[in-house]
């Protein structure tokens, strides 16, 4: 064990005592200077020296977290079997042994979709009419209905699809990202996270789940409040002046290298950029949500009100972040748990997020970044085909077994449907994507070999991958 060097915890309260001014949130921000040179194309920061390893047919994702669980039973998957056994038992068959959230132990009966599909774009994609946006861009995104994961319950489910794990302490995909290849731009962070809330019970997300876990702080995820100032104290207090700041800012920043010679602590080179990159964010983050020059026709495709915490306001603002730079945006809506009032919360839900997701999408396009911008949409995990009486109508409990996601941007082969569950909508049976070769499939598309991507952490080469076994989905990438 190493000797304590008591000005290390000196170091660490007088921080702590002098960081309010400069924004709380920018002190976790990914991007640092210090141990890296900027990227000669955009004046941003490098990653890892070597990466990327691959070719980077990619630059940015967004992915767009449907948090809470949406029903692909009720979106992308429909299932006439199901359909016609509607109120019947569950075969035992398929849940024999099977883990199952509130239904365990219960009466199991089949609960046919409530919704409606039509075949929609070239090749007769199913969407339900939940969508009717999403049908719009039928051509444009790869509908995957394959998809597994490990956790049956919202927090670790959302850990296991943010870090790879269910263990706590992780770094999070968007820290994995900044750390290996950097970011775009010095002006921002590498990796904002924003929220929206409306539906059913909408569940609490920790921060950890954008924590970089044992990687240096610098590259955890920076959440952006919806409605305010989207960064806590980015505005000057009352009397303190652009010079007075940057005055305070190179003072501790001489102080913190100086006590750097000393103590030897990474975690000070972490905070020095903090410093730095909270100033720089006292000029950017103005200018970043003031949506005075978006034109109108732009805000009603959105369906946008900026400043009002909506998905669809977060939507254009993660338009505006990828357009300046940031390398990895991650939205959360927050309602898609629907135990009960299933029809009632789908039409909520869907509500909220159909169009905003369409107009991402959309706007994206015609600006020519969707071509070099990766966009995953989906939720923690699915719902069951089985039935659960909730207040007020019936719902559907968490699954684990088969959901569906789709991805859209870049290589990614729009107009297609990827796997299968089976006639039930119970296991995927065709074409299996664990929630590992999602993460595998974007690194590929970042131009990252995620084999060959790890950091040395208690004696292991740690991997978003982990040990077992990952795939890129290459039969999705044209």
Known sequence: MSEFHPMQLNRRTFLSRTGVGLGSAALGSLLARDGFSATKSTGGVAGQPGLPNLPQKVKRVIFLCMAGGP??????DYKPKLAEMNGKPFPTSYTEGQPIAQLQGKELKCLGSIA???????????????LPWHAK?????????????????????HTFMNTGTA???????????????????????????????????????????????????????????STGDPVYYVRNPNGVNTSQQRHLVDAISQLNQRNQATAGDPEISSRIAAYEMAFRM???????????????HILDMYGAKPGDGSFASNCLLA?????????FIHLYHRGWDHHGGLSKYMDICSGLTDKPTYALLTDLKQRGMLEDTLIVWGGEFGRTPMSQTGKGDIGRDHHIKGFSMWLAGGPIKGGTTYGATDDLGYHAVDNVVHVRDLHATMLHLLGIDHEHFSV???????RLTGVEPARVVEDIIA
């Open 282 to 296: 006292q000029m950017s983050v103005p200018e970043l949500t003031d949506m005075s020059d978006e034109p109108q």
């Open 137 to 157: 861009m039928a051509d444009d995104i790869c509908i995957v209905r394959s998809m597994v994961t490990e956790q049956i319950n919202h927090d670790p489910a």
């Open 456 to 462: 040395k952490f208690q004696g292991l080469d740690m």
């Open 71 to 76: 029903s692909h039973l009720e979106t992308f």
């Open 167 to 225: 263990i706590s302490g992780r770094p999070s995909m968007g820290a994995w990202v900044n750390y290996g290849i950097g970011c775009e731009t010095d002006e921002l962070p590498g990796f904002v996270v924003m929220s929206s809330v409306g539906g059913r019970n909408p569940q609490p997300i920790a921060s950890r789940q954008w924590a970089s876990g044992f990687l240096p702080s610098r590259y955890q995820g920076v959440e952006f409040s």
């Open 116 to 130: 409606k599909f039509n075949k929609h774009g070239a090749n007769g994609q199913e969407i339900s009419e939940y």
């Open 319 to 327: 338009r505006r972040l990828a357009e300046r730079g940031v390398r």
